[in-house]
């Protein structure tokens, strides 16, 4: 499957809590779902998303999914001096993984460090300017797909580590994205097609 940025810049762009994922469902030919990668929860965390399970992990990028705790997720995460991920802005010092869909012509070789491609996208040779291509191992009893490009301003991360702070803003943007989680996100492309 091959997503492609038709933005003139990196997709998400603007702020680094931003996240695009491939959200996948094959059915059999009952319609029953066999395989999913990426589904939201209610909470507004992604199903097999490892930065939504745990503060110190995150998600690798792949070329191939095969499992469906796997999801391609298109996102920026932050390091702290320790090497750590972070949220926090003025903790941060480096990228641990930059994987944002290029825009068409962006070159992963002579880009700049600060606008870089970080982590195991950089040798994926299917992630270039303007697209990239993710292969999925299905159930052979799969014979459709639905997929969406689904897009969070919030991703669930962001909220969560804010529950640490005692202060009446936290308190108040935590208690807003709870209310909001189930419909964090929207869909920005989808298909459906049926498996040759």
Partial sequence: MTVRNLAGHKFPSGYPSRRTWIH????????QVVFESGGLGTDGAIAGND?????????????RIE???????YESI?????????????????YLKDNRLLPRGFSKGSA?????????A????????GEDTVSYV?????????VE?????????????LRAFDAPEPKRFVRAFTDMAPDSSAVVSQATAQVP
């Fill in 122 to 129: 950089q040798n994926d040779a299917s992630f270039t300017g």
């Fill in 149 to 161: 490009l689904r897009y969070q301003p919030i991703a669930f991360r962001w909220a969560q580590n």
């Fill in 24 to 31: 996948l469902t094959a059915r059999d030919a009952a319609g």
């Fill in 51 to 63: 930065n939504d399970a745990d503060a110190a992990a995150f998600e690798p990028h792949y070329d």
């Fill in 112 to 120: 700049a460090s600060d606008i870089a491609v970080h982590g195991a």
């Fill in 78 to 94: 932050m390091a702290d001096r320790e090497g750590k991920a972070t949220t926090g802005l003025l903790h941060a010092t480096r």
């Fill in 67 to 73: 499992k469906s705790d796997q999801v391609q997720v």
């Fill in 138 to 146: 299905l159930p052979s009893s799969a014979v459709s797909i639905h």
